[in-house]
């Protein structure tokens, strides 16, 4: 049984909060995000359906205001408006911290720009919660979620392979096969952890190597958040063997480069990049 601390009417600035919210378990709230929820004249909400089921556990009673991004700009004007007569108002989204590939955006520069009081209230998180779970370094960049269209995966995917750092992206399981191939395409070598269901029953960690990764079979549920892992150092002085040059001198009209990669680089100590940027120097000699 948790039971909510006590707290006194003047604990709280008026100003806008923003308030981090399960992930999953809803247990996972903190005390201090449900005093502020309680002490809300409003809340803002991504999905009232989603958030009555962690308002209801707490009962919170405070008034909701239906706040997504169809509807974002549109609401901004009046929730300034409250903002400035004094109200304490919540921003809230289904699960994580609002304004993170969540609507909030908006909203938070509006109040810069009107130098109204912005509070934000930490809690959990599945991007540092993945990260930790990875095993990959610590050192990594968040990117949310992927363009719909493929050629705009593979633009920003490319730009993304020069990091050396792990790397975070949001996906839902339906679309998750369509950003596969382009995983594969720019970061071999690399390693991969699709974190499932975070925090939830049946939460799942799927951990592959890159280079061996195969789209999904069967249809995942729930949201996903993948970790790269981070760009490893190539020995470039490594050198292809007479036997090896000659081989791929025979192979380089015949087979594609990454069949030549594969053939070559099996069983033996060598670099991929090694042999792959020498059959793109001999094709383009060619």
Known sequence: MITKPQFKSNDYKNGLYLVATPIGNLKDI????????????????EDTRVSKNLLE????????????KFNEKKNTLQIIE???????????????????????????????????NIFSIPGPSAVTS???????????????????????????????????????????????????????????????????????????????????????????????TIVISEKKEENTSQKLSESDINLIKKMINKLSTKEITDLITNNKNISKKVVYNFCLKLKNEN
């Open 82 to 116: 409250y903002l400035k007569s004094g109200k304490l108002i919540s921003l809230i989204s289904d699960a994580g911290t609002p304004g993170i590939s969540d609507p909030g955006l908006i909203l938070v520069n509006e109040c810069i720009k009107n130098n109204l």
């Open 130 to 224: 993945a990260v930790a779970a990875s095993g990959f370094s610590d050192k990594y960049f968040f990117y949310g979620f992927l363009p719909e269209k493929k050629n705009q995966i593979d633009d920003e995917l490319k730009k993304l392979s020069n990091f050396n750092h792990s790397l975070v992206f949001f996906s839902s399981s339906k679309k998750v096969n369509k950003i596969i191939p382009g995983f594969k395409k720019f970061f071999d070598g690399r390693k991969v952890v699709f974190c499932r269901e975070i925090s939830k029953l049946y939460e799942e960690y799927i951990r592959r190597n890159i280079d061996e990764l195969e789209l999904f079979n069967n249809e995942l549920k729930g949201e996903l």
């Open 57 to 68: 556990k707490y009962k919170i009673k405070s008034k909701l205001i239906s706040n997504h």
């Open 30 to 45: 903190s005390f201090r995000s449900l005093e502020v929820l309680e002490k809300s004249d409003y809340i803002l909400c």
